[in-house]
Structure formats: C-alpha cells, structure tokens
T-cell receptor, first 110, second 115 residues
Framework: DAKTTQPNSMESNEEEPVHLPCNHS???????IHWYRQLPSQGPEYVIH???SNVNNRMASLAIAEDRKSSTLILHRATLRDAAVYYC???????????FGTGTLLAVQP | GAGVSQSPRYKVTKRGQDVALRCDPI?????LYWYRQALGQGPEFLTY????????KSGLPNDRFSAERPEGSISTLTIQRTEQRDSAMYRC?????????????FGEGSWLTVV
C-alpha cells in the first residue's frame, strides 16, 4: 500500500482558502488519489478524487503534482462546517479498498 | 434507500455474548465494505464483498469475526464471544462497483460497547 504523509493539524480562518497537502511518493501508476473527510461524530464523507489531471467539484479542487508524488486539496472558502479530519488515500485496483491513515485535523476559526 | 443504513445504531452487550450488526447498502451497489473505528483513530478496514462474494477478509482481527452477504445486498457482521476490546464504532460502506474510480459511501455506523 502507498504510504501517505499529511500534517497532523492545520488552522484556517473562515472564508479564506485552505490548502491541505499530502505526500504519496510511493503511489502506484494506477492508484487514484481520493480525499475523504470526517466531521465530528459522523461517518467519512467523500470529497474528491483524481488520477492525473486536476479536478474540481462543488466541494473542493484537487491539484495533483505532475509526478503524482503529492497532491493538494483546496477548499476555496472555508466555512465552520469544513472543520473535520481530512484523509488523503491512494486507492488502487491492487488492494481495492480504502486504507485510512491519520489524516489532517482542520480547525476553522470564525 | 437514500444512503447506507446500519442497525442497531447503538448496542451494549455483555462480554461473551454474540452480536450481529446489519448493513443495508445503497440500492444497486455491488461493493460493500466493513470498517471498525476506535475513538480518535481513522477507520480500519475489516472486509469487503462484491455481490455475495467475500473478496477480502484480511482485516478481520480473529476468527470471532465473520461477515456474510448471502443475497448480494444486506450484509451482517457477526462478532462471537465478544470481548471488551471489541468496543468500537463499526462502519459499513458501499460503492456502485468495485474499483478505485468509484466513490465509496459510508453509513452512520453501529456503536458497540462490550461491558
């Protein structure tokens, strides 16, 4: 399984952009990069995923480095509701399951 | 249903009793996953199914844990002779089909306490 490195915690102010980094230097060529988040007392929630190209959806943007060894989840305007643990997960056909690491605890200040 | 449904939401059982946790995936979803999550930790993979076939059970901690999905829809995770260390949140998830290009949807979980 590809190893990931994420900051243990980050802080942001409300309505400011947030860039959550993830290193996955051992990622396999066929692994997608998935991001999930977990709000307090809730189940994990899908945020976004991509393979090589940058991706945008209504929740966030995903910027993937050209060598795919790192990626950045971008929340364009953080809200209090975005306070959660964010997990970056390389997800490939070889394992066919999400393996969660420790994630980044994002705190959003009003 | 609209989402992944799990029952019971909360279960308190005495040490040594058997418990069964149920998962009803999103209608039409082929793949079903079970995870366990301790307080303050990320979810830990237990097992997953495609249709009724158990594809991977490498995360089941020991032979007291088993799971089935006999008709390729509802799944049951059974823990026999429960121990206090089994206390955790048990989460079920499903996806339309297996494979890393798919989104996995999680349920609200079943909180198990063994006393």
């Amino acid at each position: 399984d590809a190893k990931t490195t994420q900051p243990n915690s980050m802080e942001s102010n409300e309505e400011e952009p947030v860039h959550l980094p993830c290193n996955h230097s051992t990622i396999s060529g066929t692994d997608y990069i998935h991001w999930y988040r977990q709000l307090p007392s809730q189940g994990p929630e899908y945020v976004i995923h991509g393979l090589t190209s940058n991706v945008n959806n209504r929740m966030a943007s995903l910027a993937i480095a050209e060598d795919r060894k790192s990626s950045t989840l971008i929340l364009h305007r953080a809200t209090l509701r975005d306070a959660a643990v964010y997990y970056c997960i390389p997800y490939g056909g070889a394992t066919n399951k999400l393996i969660f690491g420790t994630g980044t605890l994002l705190a959003v200040q009003p | 249903g609209a989402g992944v449904s799990q029952s019971p939401r909360y279960k308190v059982t005495k040490r040594g009793q058997d418990v069964a946790l149920r998962c009803d995936p999103i209608s039409g979803h082929v793949s079903l996953y079970w995870y366990r999550q301790a307080l303050g930790q990320g979810p830990e993979f237990l097992t997953y199914f495609n249709y009724e076939a158990q594809q991977d059970k490498s995360g089941l901690p020991n032979d007291r844990f088993s799971a089935e999905r006999p008709e390729g829809s509802i799944s049951t995770l059974t823990i026999q002779r429960t121990e206090q260390r089994d206390s955790a949140m048990y989460r079920c998830a499903s996806s339309l089909s297996g494979g890393p290009g798919n989104t996995i949807y999680f349920g609200e979980g079943s909180w198990l306490t063994v006393v």
